[in-house]
């Protein structure tokens, strides 16, 4: 069975300052993905980035990159240059076998606040 | 851009009830979740289908039934509702076999019950 902690219930970041979301997770699939998501407070669930097990190199998107150490089981996100609009939940996710029909298993989440 | 529109954002209903939770996707994804979310427990995933006519148990079941006779649709059902399934319920539908892919979620059902 797949397992994602994120160990911050909330966290905080000054305008313009970059921030690092922690995610670890547990799986014993050789092969899996994992996945970024963010939840403004309207709700919407926005996918972020997603970096599989065998990409060589960590992914990014724009502002959004992911630092991943497979040895360590972390897949922490780095948000650079934060502004306001960046507060929200944020989801840390994976897909076990990295199969199309496993459904994603999600961590509880962390808040992030961004001041002004 | 890929549309799951779920039927309320809002609903308020009684205990006891039968609660219909209705959520539609227009790109033609074989895979359809149901998750709830509940603060600091982030989702939990209750029903997914990987096909019309077929249905998963997720780590939550109990209490929920669901339904996919269209490929578009899926269904999730409260079969008699109760104050423990409060909840905020989102719906996320997903392509089959490209393993990069994300899920895509709708905007969520804020449900009570009274």
């Known amino acids: 069975a797949q397992k994602i902690t994120q160990t911050q219930p909330g966290m905080f970041v000054q305008e313009k300052e970059a921030v690092t979301l922690d995610c670890t997770y547990d799986?014993?699939?050789?092969?899996?993905?994992l996945f970024w998501y963010k939840q403004p407070s309207s709700g919407e669930m926005i996918f972020l980035i997603y970096?599989?097990?065998?990409?060589?190199q960590n992914a990014t998107e724009g502002r959004y990159s992911l630092n991943f150490q497979k040895a360590r089981k972390s897949a922490n996100l780095v948000i650079s240059a934060s502004q306001l609009g960046d507060s929200a939940m944020y989801f840390c996710?994976?897909?076990?076998?990295?199969?199309?029909?496993?459904?994603?298993?999600f961590g509880k989440g962390t808040r992030l606040s961004v001041i002004a | 851009d890929v549309k799951v529109t779920q039927s309320s954002r809002y609903l308020v209903k009684r205990t006891g009830e039968k609660v219909f939770l209705e959520c539609v996707q227009d790109?033609?994804?074989?895979?359809m979740f149901w998750y709830r979310q509940d603060p600091g427990l982030g989702l939990r995933l209750i029903y997914f289908?990987?096909?019309?006519?077929?249905?998963e148990k997720g780590d939550i079941p109990e209490g929920y039934s669901v339904s996919r006779e269209k490929k578009e649709r899926f269904s999730l059902i409260l079969e008699s509702a109760s104050t423990n399934q409060t909840s905020m319920y989102l719906c996320?539908?997903?392509?089959?076999?490209?393993?990069?892919?994300?899920?895509?979620f709708g905007d969520g059902t804020r449900l009570s019950i009274l």
């Open positions: 996320a539908s997903r392509t089959g076999g490209e393993s990069n892919q994300p899920q895509h």
């Open positions: 799986t014993s699939d050789p092969s899996y993905g």
């Open positions: 996710a994976m897909r076990g076998r990295n199969s199309g029909n496993t459904p994603l298993v």
């Open positions: 289908s990987y096909d019309v006519k077929m249905k």
């Open positions: 970096q599989g097990s065998y990409d060589q």
């Open positions: 790109m033609d994804h074989e895979n």
